[in-house]
């Protein structure tokens, strides 16, 4: 029987933040994959299975409370068709030669996904009605962060 995923190519970019975000990239590297096939390349739910995955997880070996990845995942099918998603404030472009001639001229950049930055009013109002919360700490009591600090920390949800 053929493969129905032989000429499917998948590209997946991960970028761990926090103190074990390359423990949380590296496992999102490995079990992501399977849950996209598991789901014939479902993104949100294979998203949503990751993300379970890491909230279910040994915080031992991949402790993902303070923790987290982005990730751009970028599918290739059989018929050259693109499609791209992506989770955190990690982007995609494309690049596309302009040509003269047998000589390369230049190349044309074309963003392929928006972002999700908490600072982007939409993405606040998509967050706050889903429960989240944005701040630079996980916890603004937390007296081992100096509130000089905290206000230099990147925006992160909650």
């Given at each position: 029987?053929?493969?129905?995923?032989?000429?499917?190519?998948?590209?997946?970019?991960?970028?761990?933040?926090?103190?074990?975000?390359?423990?949380?990239?590296?496992?999102?590297?490995?079990?992501?994959?399977k849950?996209?096939?598991?789901?014939?390349f479902?993104?949100?739910?294979?998203?949503?299975?990751?993300?379970?995955?890491?909230e279910?997880?040994?915080?031992?070996?991949?402790?993902?409370?303070?923790?987290?990845?982005?990730?751009?995942a970028?599918?290739?099918d059989?018929?050259?068709?693109?499609?791209?998603?992506?989770?955190?404030?990690?982007?995609?472009?494309?690049?596309m030669?302009?040509?003269?001639?047998?000589?390369?001229?230049?190349?044309?950049?074309?963003?392929?996904?928006?972002?999700?930055k908490?600072?982007?009013?939409?993405?606040?109002?998509?967050?706050?009605?889903?429960?989240g919360?944005?701040?630079?700490?996980?916890?603004d009591?937390?007296?081992?962060?100096?509130?000089?600090?905290?206000?230099?920390?990147?925006?992160?949800?909650w």
């Open positions: 029987a053929d493969d129905p995923f032989s000429t499917i190519q998948a590209y997946l970019v991960f970028d761990g933040h926090g103190p074990h975000g390359h423990l949380v990239a590296a496992r999102c590297a490995q079990e992501l994959p849950h996209l096939c598991d789901t014939n479902n993104f949100q739910v294979a998203f949503g299975r990751m993300q379970q995955d890491l279910d997880g040994d915080v031992e070996t991949c402790d993902a409370r303070h923790s987290g990845s982005t990730c751009i970028i599918i290739l059989d018929e050259h068709r693109i499609t791209v998603a992506g989770v955190g404030d990690s982007m995609a472009v494309l690049a030669r302009k040509e003269h001639g047998v000589y390369v001229i230049s190349y044309s950049p074309s963003v392929l996904n928006v972002p999700h908490p600072e982007l009013p939409e993405e606040r109002r998509r967050i706050e009605a889903a429960g919360k944005i701040h630079a700490h996980d916890d009591d937390d007296p081992n962060v100096p509130e000089a600090d905290r206000a230099l920390l990147p925006k992160r949800v």
